[in-house]
């Protein structure tokens, strides 16, 4: 396993020399398959699509697959789970705990993060890695905007939760200033010097 992440890692490194042509003989029901995708503007053609599904394959460590259904990114197990059964999972936890589990689950991830991806994620300067990362497996699209962090399209509807999970991963300190999606967090100023010394 390990000198299969050295021989992977050695690709990612290595710098772009010459392009070199590839070619890549599909089946007939693949080919149909990418076609259709290209033909309904799902995809702009094979090239950009086979591009897309290296960027995935190399964000999501999938190669860290063990066999179909159990899914290791470093020292997490990944699954891939319908949203409609992580709100059931929250509509039986008490409101006035949200922000405390969210901060539970936040801190998990970042001891996941640092652990298998190396990133430090209360260093603000990491956080576009953090972000990517969190895209990545299906969480939303964050962005930060000078003091704020903005959350889009969020697999979690609550406000709360979210606040708790950032604090948790970027050891911050947050204040809520929407409650409905796209989330707007405000940074509070003392933890933004907090972490910066």
């Not at 080919?31 to 995809?43: A, V």
């Not at 159990?70 to 705990?97: D, M, T, W």
Request: charged share 35%; aromatic share 10%.
């Amino acid at each position: 396993m390990q000198e299969n992440d050295k021989k992977i890692e050695q690709l990612l490194k290595k710098k772009k020399k010459s392009v070199k042509r590839t070619t890549i003989i599909l089946e007939e029901e693949e080919r149909e398959f990418i076609d259709s995708l290209i033909r309904e503007g799902k995809e702009p053609g094979i090239k950009p699509l086979i591009s897309k599904m290296l960027d995935i394959y190399r964000s999501m460590m999938i190669y860290d697959w063990r066999f179909p259904g159990e899914y290791y990114c470093g020292i997490s197990r990944i699954a891939f789970v319908n949203v409609e059964l992580i709100n059931i999972l929250i509509q039986h936890i008490p409101e006035e705990k949200w922000r405390e589990i969210g901060r539970k689950m936040g801190e998990a991830a970042r001891i996941s993060m640092e652990a298998t991806l190396g990133i430090q994620t209360a260093n603000r300067e990491k956080w576009q890695e953090v972000f990517k990362r969190l895209r990545v497996q299906g969480f939303g699209d964050f962005y930060l905007r000078d003091k704020y962090i903005l959350v889009k399209a969020p697999f979690i509807s609550h406000s709360e939760i979210w606040a708790g999970f950032l604090e948790g991963l970027l050891d911050t300190e947050l204040d809520i200033k929407t409650s409905t999606s796209p989330f707007v967090f405000e940074i509070k100023e003392n933890a933004d010097l907090a972490a910066s010394e």
